[in-house]
């Protein structure tokens, strides 16, 4: 502070630094003609208004609650409560005193506090410090859920007061910010101060997706996620909630959303299953509506979970990350909706053309369609064939793309019909040697490279020569995600649907 205060807040009335020096050290008690406030009060406005270094008030603060007798520790609260307090740093250090009061004195600090009507008001000041305020709120009413008290009225005003200071009426559109972050991580450590589980899972799937919220927040999401589903969901039926739960996301925000979305099949304790996925497409078949949602998809980068000792730690040892055994799931899928072969083959198609472009995924775009090759489901000849001549290209760059046309060329030399060389017409075979090898290929809906083999369908040269398993890049998983959160990643632009969720219905921005 640049001028002295006034000497009137000492308990002083002449004004006299010297006086009041003299004053203090005389250890007489304070004048009643100067001030008819209550001693504590006199004291917390000396701690707060003497001229002094902020070290040696926060020194001088710590000595002031190690002394503090256990009958004046409500009137401290309280005389801290009353009001605002007009600098940063004043508010900073009387948070400062309530923490060390309530490390000492919780059942005091908490009973006190609950008693003041804008508590909440008064710790989060549209100027101050959000993140000193928060981890006091949240200390509190951890302490306060230990001793068996109520925290729903102050999580829940905390709730309001986050709406009322981002000017929104929904606190799932509430963006990215401190004061969410922090809610995000009281709901974590604090469950009995979670709302009710419809707004708790929208509000945490909807800052899941969202590319500007940090990895931090978005690991607290998960993890309330993962907590509520234990309690409260059976088995039998989580995989489809937690699937209808992405692709909700992704068809909410189709060009807007973050890839950190795929973390919620980290919650599954099986590898998506086609036939999940197959009930939650709907009644509606909408090529442009099931391209858009792979579209998107393809364009994530596969991630690793982020927790340890997570459902799925398993079945990704075994397997490819989670993103890629969603994916072949929707390939499985897509292959049982009929019109299955342009489906099926614009699918691919895509794929191939995003290891042509310069995103981040067209490194991954060769390695993802020998996956699909290898354990997706037995697509007829003119799906896979037109892929030759991208697999050409490809081929300069990727090893895989070169083991990928090698297979295929391979089932070609068997009688199998392919497509010409880039630039090339493609010949036609005799009607009855066409009919011959398509029906040598549809087998039952939904089946694999990997069955065909075991019954003997004419395909073994898909195993020959290059290793059973996965790819050698999906043994292992790929690392984390950096401390900052990834950004949204564009995909093909949307199209215009109906299509309607089974599970839950679609939400409204």
């Known amino acids: 502070m640049a001028t002295v205060a006034p000497c009137a807040y000492y308990g ?3 004004g006299q630094p010297g006086h009041i020096a003299a004053f203090q050290q005389s250890g007489m008690a304070y004048p009643t003609y100067a001030h008819q406030d209550p001693p504590v009060k006199l004291r917390l406005r000396r701690l707060l208004l003497e001229l002094k270094p902020l070290e040696e008030k926060y020194w001088e603060a710590q000595q002031l609650v190690q002394q503090m007798a256990v009958h004046e520790v409500g009137l401290w609260v309280q005389a801290i409560l009353e009001k605002p ?7 900073n250090l009387s948070i400062h005193i309530l923490g060390e009061l309530l490390q000492r004195h919780p059942a005091i600090v908490t009973s006190e506090f609950g008693k003041v009507r804008k508590n909440v008001s008064w710790l989060f000041p549209e100027d101050g410090d959000v993140d000193r305020a928060a981890a006091f709120f949240r200390n509190l009413l951890w302490t306060k859920e230990t001793m068996g008290q109520n925290t729903k009225s102050e999580a829940s005003t905390f709730s309001k007061l986050l709406m009322k200071r981002t000017k929104q009426n929904d606190l799932c559109k509430v ?11 009281i709901w974590k450590d604090v469950p009995s101060t979670r709302p009710n589980l419809d707004l708790l899972v929208s509000c945490v799937v909807r800052w899941l997706a969202d590319p500007y919220e940090t990895q931090g927040a978005k690991a607290a999401c998960l993890k309330v996620l993962s907590e509520e589903t234990a309690r409260l969901r059976p088995p039998a039926d989580l995989e489809t909630w937690i699937i209808s739960l992405l692709f909700q996301e992704v068809c909410r925000h189709p060009m807007q959303h973050s890839p950190d979305l795929q973390q919620l099949l980290c919650l599954l304790h099986v590898p998506p299953h086609p036939s999940s996925v197959r009930c939650l497409l709907g009644s509606s078949q909408d090529p442009g509506y099931l391209m858009t949602l792979w579209g998107c998809l393809c364009n994530w980068l596969p991630q690793a979970p982020w927790m340890s000792g997570q459902a799925c730690e398993a079945w990704c040892r075994a397997g490819p990350p989670p993103l890629y055994a969603l994916l072949r799931a929707m390939l499985v899928a897509f292959s049982q909706l009929p019109d299955s072969r342009n489906l099926c083959r614009s699918a691919i198609m895509a794929l191939a053309a995003l290891g042509t472009s310069s995103s981040s995924i067209s490194t991954q775009a060769p390695a993802l369609l020998l996956m699909l090759f290898h354990d997706g489901p037995v697509l007829p000849a003119e799906v896979w064939m037109p892929l030759l001549p991208l697999l050409d290209y490809l ?3 990727s090893e895989q793309a070169v083991e990928l046309g090698t297979r295929l060329r391979s089932l070609a030399s068997g009688g199998f019909w392919t497509a010409p060389r880039l630039g090339g017409q493609m010949a036609s075979p005799p009607n ?3 009919q011959a090898q398509l029906a040598t290929f549809q087998t039952a809906p939904g089946a ?10 004419g395909i073994h040269q898909c195993h020959q020569a290059h290793g059973q398993g996965w790819p050698q890049e999906y043994q292992t998983c790929h690392p984390a995600p950096p401390k900052q959160a990834q950004g949204a990643q564009g995909c093909m632009q949307p199209f215009t649907t109906q299509t309607e969720f089974h599970t839950l219905p679609q939400q409204t921005s």
């Open 12 to 14: 002083c009335g002449c």
């Open 85 to 91: 307090l007009p600098m940063q740093w004043m508010h």
């Open 175 to 185: 963006p990215a910010c401190t004061g969410r972050a922090w809610l995000v991580h």
């Open 395 to 397: 081929s300069q760059f």
């Open 432 to 434: 009855g040697q066409m």
């Open 448 to 457: 694999t490279w990997s069955q065909c083999e075991r019954n003997q369908i």
